[in-house]
């Protein structure tokens, strides 16, 4: 790479968002400097599932399958608390479809439709039950990127295979074995691992190399123009100049407590996202001058801490719980030993509950909360990382009955028979009349698809050992932040861009506000907005 003090457009964060803005601008003809914090690329993109929503998208259009703006703004205005703002959703409807022939027509993607994924409120206007809007990535070789393939964050944990070959992305097994060691040797990997390989490697093709390690501390401005960051770098201090616009893509903020604290909803006790969305880019556009959107709100998730499988750099890790809660043979109870939820249901809007508060105790109803299990679901189904069959980790609570199990838990022993009983009864006769569990589609994708009707996701907890571990409130990453218009360029507080600055993904508050639409609603809106706010940094005046 050409050595830099000045280029047109600077691109913060390495994520799916940053890079596609990366690549936007310089396709627009802009010279573009990629700079990354961390000393690896990608982000929470690149542990993601990678799996992309966008409506009416390219992969639908090529099979046939009908879709519309119409059909996509219902969907999203049925969901509405307030939270969408016109202008930035229509101009995710509109332009996400051409932000992926964008990124596929220069091979920064490679998508294919997720079979039978649905979206995820299907009694909403123009939702999709079959699935046509959510998209997987094709397997990537690593060995195209060279040295620049360890740079990947969390690499180490290679993902062999696609999420439509797994019960995740709705297949029956795993890919056999020998398949899954073939591509381990070939260094394929599927899922955000794809995504963020491909968007790199087309980033490096054109020249554009990340910039690790560089900590900016400060947003530089020439009169009202945002033109530059000011930081260090290896200890060193550090400046560059952007002609024509500074794009923020730095992920959310849930890994920063006093953000954490002082803007969501409620509480967080373990994200499933990487210790690199620190806020940081919120703080700068806060500095700014930039009016927030969204703040209380993030793309919620029930998860479980897996104690000995901690972050590489020590932080406390925790797994998003999505067939977990759903198979058979499982409940999950509040601190009161009594059930709260339809535990099938999707994982974004039954964030909900966990911030449910008590008024006559001052607290959380359902924190903290339990997942009960027993030796049937042991056998069957995963937990974790921990596949079936495998042994159950020591950290998981257990207890002959279920009354010993409470007093592991120290839960109230009567109250978890009497719950258990009553589940029991009801998963027997087909049916869930407390919650609803295994009435809707989307209750029975993550169930055990070898069972038929509502035996899909409704069973009996009835074989010891029984078994509980803690769910926490968690969460993908934040989804408020600077409020943009439909471009990507970050708004003021009197509603006027500030010149010069962008912003795109988690980073910003999003366009679809805090509606998780289906499978990939995070990284369609961030991979549409990365694109305009890229295009429109490029196409400012210098
Ligand atoms: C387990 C899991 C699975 C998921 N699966 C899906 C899925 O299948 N589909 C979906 O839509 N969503 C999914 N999500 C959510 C999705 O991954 C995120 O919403 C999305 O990746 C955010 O992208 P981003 O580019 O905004 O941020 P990130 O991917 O987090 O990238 C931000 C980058 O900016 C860097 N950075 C931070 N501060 C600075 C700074 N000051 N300067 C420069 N760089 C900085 C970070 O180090 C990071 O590399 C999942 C999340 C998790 C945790």
């Given at each position: ?64 399958m009908a879709d519309s703006r119409e059909d996509a703004l219902a969907y999203f205005r049925s969901l509405n608390h307030g939270d969408l703002v016109d202008e930035t959703l229509e101009a995710f409807v ?410 795109a993904g988690n980073a910003i508050a999003c366009p679809t506000g805090g509606i998780y639409a289906g499978a990939g609603g995070t990284l369609g809106p961030a991979l549409t907005f990365g694109y305009l ?10």
């Amino acid at each position: 790479m050409a050595p830099m003090d000045n280029v047109d457009v600077i691109v913060l964060g390495t994520g799916a968002a940053g890079m596609t803005a990366a690549l936007a601008a310089h396709e627009s003809g802009a010279s573009v400097a990629l700079i990354e914090r961390g000393s690896r690329i990608g982000g929470t993109s690149a542990i993601s599932g990678g799996v992309i929503w966008v409506a009416d998208n390219p992969r639908m259009r090529a099979a046939g399958m009908a879709d519309s703006r119409e059909d996509a703004l219902a969907y999203f205005r049925s969901l509405n608390h307030g939270d969408l703002v016109d202008e930035t959703l229509e101009a995710f409807v509109d332009s996400g479809p051409e932000a992926l022939e964008f990124l596929e027509g220069i091979e920064a993607l490679k998508v294919a439709v997720l079979p039978g994924y649905p979206d995820y409120y299907l009694d909403r206007p123009g939702a999709k039950p079959e699935g046509s809007r959510a998209l997987d990535h094709d397997l990537f070789a690593l060995g195209e990127l060279g040295d620049w393939a360890a740079r990947i964050y969390a690499i180490e944990e290679p993902k062999p295979l696609m999420l439509r070959e797994t019960p995740l992305g709705g297949a029956t097994e795993m890919p056999p074995m020998e398949v899954l060691g073939q591509r381990m040797a070939a260094r394929q990997c599927g899922f955000g691992q794809a995504m963020v390989a491909r968007l790199l490697k087309a980033c490096l093709s054109r020249g554009i190399e990340p910039l690790l390690g560089v900590e900016t501390h400060r947003l530089i401005k020439e009169g009202e123009r945002i033109n530059g960051i000011e930081g260090l770098r290896d200890g060193q201090p550090f400046a560059l100049t952007a002609r024509r616009g500074v794009v923020i893509a730095t992920g959310g903020f849930e890994w920063d407590e006093d953000l954490r604290q002082t803007f969501l909803r409620g509480p967080v006790t373990a994200p499933a996202s990487p210790p690199t969305a620190r806020g940081e880019g919120l703080s700068l556009a806060m500095a700014a001058g930039a009016k927030l959107g969204n703040m209380t709100s993030a793309w919620w998730a029930p998860t479980l801490v897996t104690p000995d499988a901690p972050w590489a750099s020590g932080e406390q890790r925790a797994q998003i719980i999505l067939i977990e809660r759903t198979v058979p043979h499982s409940i999950m109870v509040n601190r009161s030993a009594k059930r709260f939820c339809n535990e099938a249901a999707n994982y974004s809007a039954l964030g909900g509950v966990f911030h449910q508060f008590d008024p006559a105790n001052y607290d959380y109803l359902n924190l903290p909360a339990y997942l009960i299990f027993d030796a049937q679901y042991a056998a069957r189904y995963p937990l974790g990382t921990r596949q079936p069959g495998q042994p159950i980790p020591d950290w998981v609570m257990r207890g002959d009955t279920i009354e010993a199990l409470a007093e592991q838990i120290g839960l109230d022993a009567a109250t978890l028979a009497e719950t258990v009983a009553r589940f029991n009864a009801h998963a027997e006769a087909g049916h869930d009349p407390d919650f609803g569990r295994g009435t809707s589609a989307y209750d029975h994708f993550y169930g055990d698809r070898s069972r038929q009707g509502t035996a899909v996701t409704l069973g009996a907890i009835r074989e010891a050992p029984f078994y509980a571990v803690q769910i926490h409130s968690g969460l993908l990453g934040t989804n408020g932040g600077p409020r943009t218009d439909g471009q990507g360029r970050v708004l003021g507080h009197d509603g006027a861009p500030i010149p010069g600055l962008l912003g795109a993904g988690n980073a910003i508050a999003c366009p679809t506000g805090g509606i998780y639409a289906g499978a990939g609603g995070t990284l369609g809106p961030a991979l549409t907005f990365g694109y305009l706010a890229g295009r429109t940094a490029a196409l400012a005046n210098g």
